[in-house]
Nanobody, 128 residues
Framework: QVQLMESGGGSVQAGGSLNLSCVVA????????MAWFRQAPGKERQGVAS???????TYADFAKGRFTISQDTAKNTLTLQMTGLAPEDTAMYYC??????????????????????RGQGTQVTVSS
């Protein structure tokens, strides 16, 4: 069974940067894709970025040019580097995983679909 644990959230001023990490415990071979999502109070879930082996990452429009998703397989860690943060980026960020390779990008792009494997999240707060 795969478990995910995020860290790296915090409070920053607009224009600042944060690096989020998601450590994967369990059978990495069972994972086909991983992604970062976020959800602010009273708002719907938003896909941020997704990653699968052998393909370029997929980013939400608001993340392009500011956020970078990457994976360190040796450390079983998924990261999200965020720069140029703005108050509208304030949300709970959480990582997800799925055994089907295209599922993460599908959910990010369409907004439809669920994940059984997800972490508890890490809070990001950006002040103006």
């Amino acid at each position: 069974q795969v478990q995910l644990m995020e860290s790296g959230g915090g409070s920053v001023q607009a224009g600042g940067s944060l690096n989020l990490s998601c450590v994967v415990a369990g059978d990495m071979a069972s994972i086909g894709c991983m992604a970062w999502f976020r959800q602010a109070p009273g708002k719907e879930r938003q896909g941020v970025a997704s990653l699968r082996e052998g393909r370029s990452p997929t980013y939400a429009d608001f993340a392009k040019g500011r956020f970078t998703i990457s994976q360190d397989t040796a450390k079983n860690t998924l990261t999200l580097q965020m720069t140029g943060l703005a108050p509208e980026d304030t949300a709970m960020y959480y990582c997800v995983a799925h055994p089907i390779q295209f599922h993460c990008t599908h959910v990010l792009v369409t907004g439809h679909g669920e994940f059984d494997i997800r972490g508890q999240g890490t809070q990001v707060t950006v002040s103006s």
